[in-house]
Nanobody, 120 residues
């Protein structure tokens, strides 16, 4: 089993910053991509940022220049969020593609989510 646990959500004012962290645990052989998604009330879940095992990062257009994703080799991924806007309010979910054992298999794993509220 592999688990992802997020932390760092909370309430912040427009223009403020928050840092989200996600820690993976369990029988991990290798973590491929790691990323963050978000879901606002009444909307579908959307990709925020993703980073590959080679540290290549991609961002949603709406967060480019404001958010930065980073990771270590296999266990941790962070999302630094600056200049937050009201429309960034959502539940943020950590996601990872993980090779796990035994038996060796590829898993798509989600965290439980952490709420980010940006108030104006």
């Amino acid at each position: 089993q592999v688990q992802l646990v997020e932390s760092g959500g909370g309430l912040v004012q427009v223009g403020g910053s928050l840092r989200l962290s996600c820690a993976a645990s369990g029988s991990i052989v290798r973590t491929q991509r790691m990323g963050w998604y978000r879901q606002a009330p009444g909307k579908e879940r959307e990709l925020v940022a993703v980073v590959t095992s080679g540290s290549d990062a991609n961002y949603a257009d709406s967060v480019k220049g404001r958010f930065t994703i980073s990771r270590d080799k296999d266990k941790n991924v962070t999302l630094q969020m600056n200049n937050l806007k009201a429309e960034d309010t959502a539940v943020y979910y950590c996601n990872a593609g993980v090779w796990s054992m035994w038996p060796l298999r590829y898993l798509e794993v989600w965290g439980q989510g952490t709420l980010v509220t940006v108030s104006s």
